[in-house]
Structure formats: structure tokens, C-alpha cells
């Protein structure tokens, strides 16, 4: 029987040509959060980390203490919601991409950017994802109250949603 032999050699000698072409081409650029289309947990970290110091300005921006149970339960608790609120869609910043509130009105913060506000103040951001945010930190500082509404008559605990809620608002989505 006769038998012919394959060209591996030549083909062997080939493949690693071709390989070595197509990675020539290929610039390896380090990907930041904002660009990534999947969410990550770091993303999901990021968000939770501005929505909660946004919510506790007299921490400056430090890093909790483990002691700290109530702000790490607070922290926990917007980190629970943080993916259910974000979408990866255009951003305020321009023409890139990344993530952002849900339904982030980004007409009604540039027109409130140009109508209400001179260049450099922060704007206020109207999301209904932002009351989730609200609660989620209102029944982590108020464990007591889980799974209840609010009572129209109570004014001081709708006064500190209020509060909570008005700090969540001042946010820049071009950070």
C-alpha cells in the first residue's frame, strides 16, 4: 500500500506565521470600568461606594472600620440594589459609554445644567432608582422598620428619607 505523507512540516512551519501576524496586529490597551459592557463586581463597587458617601459626606470618602456594623450594613444594602438600577447605555459625558442610572433623564440634566446651574456646580439627578437607593439606606439605618411604609404622619423619619434622598440626588455621572 502506498501511502502519501502530509506537508505538516510545511504546515507546522506556516501556522505560527499566520499567528504571529494576526497578534502583531493587536494593541493589548487596558479596558477602564466605564468602557465595559458587562457589569463587574468592581462596577457594581464603584457605584456603591459614590451612592453611600454621597449619603455619608462626613466620612470623607474614608474606609469603614470593621466595628462600624451599622455603615457596613448601610454600604451592604445599596451594594444589594446597585445592579438592579444601572444600564450600560450613552452617559452625560460627552458621546462615550458606560454605566448609569437606569432612567437617568439626561436631557433634563443638560437642560438644567444650561437653565438652573452655572458650569462647575453639581446638578441634581431625577431617577426613580435613586428612592431604591433612599431606601435601601433608610431601613439599613432604621433595621427596626424593614418592611414597612412609611406613615405620612411620622415627619421625622420622612424628614431623614428626605434628607438621604436630596444627598443621593447631587451626584456627577461624569466621575
Same mark, same amino acid.
Not at 494576526?22 to 487596558?30: A, E, H, N, V
Given at each position: 500500500?502506498?501511502? %502519501? %505523507?502530509?506537508?505538516?512540516?510545511?504546515?507546522? $512551519?506556516?501556522? +505560527?506565521? #499566520?499567528?504571529?501576524?494576526?497578534?502583531?496586529?493587536? $494593541?493589548?490597551?487596558?479596558?477602564?470600568?466605564?468602557?465595559?459592557?458587562?457589569? $463587574?463586581?468592581?462596577?457594581? =463597587?464603584?457605584?456603591?461606594? #459614590?451612592?453611600?458617601?454621597?449619603?455619608? +459626606? /462626613?466620612?470623607? %470618602?474614608? /474606609?469603614?472600620?470593621?466595628?462600624?456594623?451599622?455603615?457596613?450594613?448601610?454600604? =451592604?444594602?445599596?451594594?444589594? #440594589?446597585?445592579?438592579?438600577?444601572?444600564?450600560?447605555?450613552?452617559?452625560?459625558?460627552?458621546?462615550?459609554?458606560?454605566?448609569?442610572?437606569?432612567?437617568?433623564?439626561?436631557?433634563?440634566? =443638560?437642560?438644567?445644567?444650561?437653565?438652573?446651574?452655572?458650569?462647575?456646580?453639581?446638578?441634581? #439627578?431625577?431617577?426613580?432608582?435613586?428612592?431604591?437607593?433612599?431606601?435601601?439606606?433608610?431601613?439599613?439605618?432604621?433595621?427596626?422598620?424593614?418592611?414597612?411604609?412609611? /406613615?405620612?404622619?411620622?415627619?421625622?423619619?420622612?424628614?431623614?428619607?428626605?434628607?438621604?434622598?436630596?444627598?443621593?440626588?447631587?451626584?456627577?455621572?461624569?466621575?
Amino acid at each position: 500500500m502506498n501511502s %502519501k %505523507k502530509l506537508p505538516t512540516k510545511k504546515v507546522m $512551519t506556516q501556522i +505560527p506565521a #499566520i499567528v504571529l501576524v494576526i497578534l502583531s496586529g493587536l $494593541t493589548l490597551i487596558p479596558t477602564p470600568v466605564r468602557s465595559q459592557t458587562r457589569l $463587574t463586581q468592581e462596577i457594581v =463597587n464603584n457605584w456603591t461606594d #459614590i451612592l453611600f458617601y454621597q449619603a455619608n +459626606p /462626613q466620612l470623607s %470618602k474614608r /474606609q469603614l472600620r470593621p466595628n462600624e456594623t451599622d455603615l457596613i450594613r448601610e454600604w =451592604n444594602a445599596i451594594q444589594q #440594589i446597585v445592579p438592579d438600577i444601572l444600564v450600560y447605555e450613552n452617559i452625560a459625558c460627552g458621546n462615550e459609554r458606560g454605566w448609569t442610572l437606569e432612567d437617568f433623564d439626561l436631557e433634563l440634566f =443638560n437642560r438644567q445644567a444650561f437653565d438652573r446651574y452655572p458650569p462647575n456646580d453639581r446638578k441634581v #439627578i431625577f431617577s426613580s432608582e435613586l428612592n431604591q437607593v433612599a431606601d435601601a439606606i433608610f431601613y439599613a439605618r432604621n433595621p427596626e422598620l424593614s418592611g414597612q411604609r412609611l /406613615q405620612s404622619n411620622n415627619s421625622r423619619l420622612a424628614n431623614e428619607w428626605l434628607r438621604i434622598r436630596t444627598a443621593i440626588s447631587i451626584l456627577d455621572p461624569c466621575y
